[in-house]
Nanobody, 114 residues
Framework: QVQLVESGGGLVQAGGSLRLSCAAS????????MGWYRQAPGKQRELVAR???????NYADSVKGRFTISRDNVKNTVYLQMNSLKPEDTAVYYC????????WGQGTQVTVSS
């Protein structure tokens, strides 16, 4: 089993920045991809960014150039640096870890005011 603890969400004005963290614990050996998804009210959960164990990254088009994902394989932690935030970035952000199955964090609220 893998447990995920997220932190770093909050309220920020448009144009501001936030940094999300997600620490994995438990049976962390074999973790392949770590990533962030988000879900806004009335919308489906969508991929924001993900990073492989080798450092390869994928981003949603809507966040390219503004968000940066990184990971510390020693600490089993994934980060999401979010800059130039927009009101449309408002959502609950969920950490995701992939082994032989998916594991999800509890979610952290990000609210961007205009």
């Amino acid at each position: 089993q893998v447990q995920l603890v997220e932190s770093g969400g909050g309220l920020v004005q448009a144009g501001g920045s936030l940094r999300l963290s997600c620490a994995a614990s438990g049976t962390t050996i074999g973790i392949k991809v770590m990533g962030w998804y988000r879900q806004a009210p009335g919308k489906q959960r969508e991929l924001v960014a993900r990073i492989s164990s080798g450092g390869g990254t994928n981003y949603a088009d809507s966040v390219k150039g503004r968000f940066t994902i990184s990971r510390d394989n020693v600490k089993n932690t994934v980060y999401l640096q979010m800059n130039s935030l927009k009101p449309e970035d408002t959502a609950v952000y969920y950490c995701n870890v992939q082994k032989w199955r998916d594991y999800w964090g509890q979610g952290t609220q990000v609210t961007v005011s205009s």
